[in-house]
């Protein structure tokens, strides 16, 4: 059985930070791209990192200077360190895996499609 399994959510007031992980199990890790997106209050949904196999990160543009995403493969993980975090960064945050080189072709606001997705973990920011 492929899971994957988040893990770092909470609530914190504008200007703090998360750190979210997310461990992977059932599926071929080195040679998976991860991805986190995210879920806001009224169903949207968006990409919000990708880390390729070989370790290259791609960030939205709305997070690009403040997230961090990173991965260990040895432990089949991926984390994704978020400062200076704003309220509109309020949403459920999912991990996704799929094929080396396949999410960054997909339609970013395109959830639930392709991959494999974990349970996702509540991030909550206040103003």
């Known amino acids: 059985e492929v899971q994957l399994v988040e893990s770092g959510g909470g609530s914190v007031q504008a200007g703090g930070s998360l750190r979210l992980s997310c461990t992977a199990s059932g599926i071929s890790f080195d040679n998976s791209d991860m991805a986190w997106y995210r879920q806001a209050p009224g169903n949207e949904c968006g990409l919000v990192s990708i880390?390729?196999?070989?370790?290259?990160?791609t960030y939205a543009d709305s997070v690009k200077d403040r997230f961090i995403i990173s991965r260990d493969n040895a432990k089949n993980a991926v984390y994704m360190q978020m400062n200076s975090l704003k309220p509109e960064d309020t949403a459920v945050y999912f991990c996704?895996?799929?094929?080396?080189?396949?999410?960054?072709?997909?339609?970013?606001?395109?959830?639930?499609?392709?991959?494999?997705w974990g349970q996702g973990t509540q991030v909550t920011v206040s103003s």
């Open positions: 996704v895996a799929d094929r080396k080189g396949f999410i960054a072709t997909m339609p970013w606001q395109v959830c639930r499609r392709y991959g494999y």
């Open positions: 880390i390729s196999s070989d370790g290259s990160a």
